[in-house]
């Protein structure tokens, strides 16, 4: 976990998480998503198992995937990597305002405290932490990212510090026109978004800007929702550190975790490995097919079949999962499937 020596007067992290904390056992933190973006009740369609869970072993990636008693593979752990990707009950994802396509999937991602290794679930700790982690009900990776897209609802703490609610992209960018991917500035990072200062484990400050608040461009998403709201450890360089660095290029290349799939200048030609969660990164400016300069986050399939990822997009002016200048899926010929290079399992 990353620490948050906040100046005198602001919220420290922890607060802020201890209130998202009791938020959601409220119900008052997913409200948004569950009525909104999830089919059924809290805890319908899905059953916990007490045990009799099964290990298979699986390479490239190496990763262990839990089975229970009747089969159902209930959670896939990366080697490497901190995100468990665990089964729960169906919810669904969707945005009319850019989109017609939706999201239904029982994928529920967490992220355990540090990277899993094999013969894990071996240990104690797996023993005590998987059955509550199957059955936890409180907004997971993919929940918190939907706090931030159309019609979220503000969420603040108890001293009155906005942590969620719609997020924008940035500022506008004089004299660009509006059909531009460039209309709307990027460099709005989650501190931005959030208006309060943030310094860094390495004793780096950084200020918001005033025009920025409420904005995060695609990393900075990224950051305020692995980062700031899951605890992921940052730091606010593009060089070698530990955690998420800034900027799309250096989380594709120097952030922890697994990479899935090389930058090899072109496409990839399979994305079978690809699971909710993972980040994936585009190269969109067409003079540079190699540099990476976008990331959003897979949310699986949609209903007509197409993987479809989640990001803060200049045209969309913040996080969407939806077709506004550009299908927001993987696959076929459309903008960013022909600018999709590279990903990773955090």
């Known amino acids: 976990m ?18 998202a904390a009791g938020l959601a056992s409220a119900s008052a933190v997913t409200g948004y998503a569950w009525h909104r973006f999830r089919s059924g009740v809290p805890g319908g369609g899905f059953s916990v198992p007490a045990g009799g869970y099964r290990f298979e072993r699986r390479a490239a990636p190496a990763r262990t995937v839990v089975r229970a008693a009747d089969d159902r593979v209930l959670a896939t752990f990366t080697d ?15 945005e009319p305002r850019t989109t017609g396509a939706v999201v239904r999937s029982d994928a529920w991602v ?15 700790w797996f023993r005590e932490w998987f059955p509550k982690a199957l059955a936890d009900r409180s907004p997971d990776v993919l929940a918190v990212a939907f706090q931030y897209g159309d019609g979220a609802h503000d969420l603040r703490t108890a001293s009155g510090l906005r942590y969620a609610g719609k997020a924008h992209f940035g500022p506008l960018v004089p004299g660009q026109s509006p059909t531009s991917f460039d209309y709307r500035d990027e460099k709005s990072d989650f501190y931005d978004y959030l208006g309060t200062p943030w310094t860094f484990p390495d004793g780096i400050r950084k200020h918001p800007e005033k025009e920025r608040y409420g904005d995060v461009d695609c990393s900075g998403f990224m950051r305020l929702v692995w980062g ?7 730091h606010a360089t593009n060089s070698p550190g530990a955690g998420l660095p800034r900027r799309a290029y250096a989380i594709a290349s120097r952030a922890p975790g697994v990479l899935l799939i090389p930058n090899t200048g072109r496409p990839p030609a399979d994305i079978s490995l690809l699971l909710p969660g993972d980040l994936v990164f585009f190269a969109i400016d067409i003079g540079s097919p190699r ?14 079949g197409r993987p479809r990822f989640y990001s803060s997009r200049s045209r969309a002016n913040g996080p969407t999962m939806g077709d506004l200048a550009g299908r927001a899926t993987l696959d076929g010929h459309g903008f960013y499937a022909q600018g999709f290079r590279t990903a990773r399992r955090l």
């Open 2 to 19: 990353g620490t948050d020596p906040t100046p005198p007067g602001s919220p420290s992290r922890r607060q802020i998480l201890a209130c």
């Open 80 to 94: 490497g990597a901190r995100t468990a990707l665990l089964t729960g009950p169906t919810r669904t994802w969707s």
């Open 110 to 124: 967490r992220l355990m405290g540090d990277a899993w290794s094999q013969d894990k679930e071996r240990t104690r």
């Open 228 to 234: 700031y709201r899951m605890g992921y450890p940052m």
């Open 291 to 304: 540099d990476i300069d976008h990331v959003g986050m897979y949310l699986g399939p949609d209903t007509d």
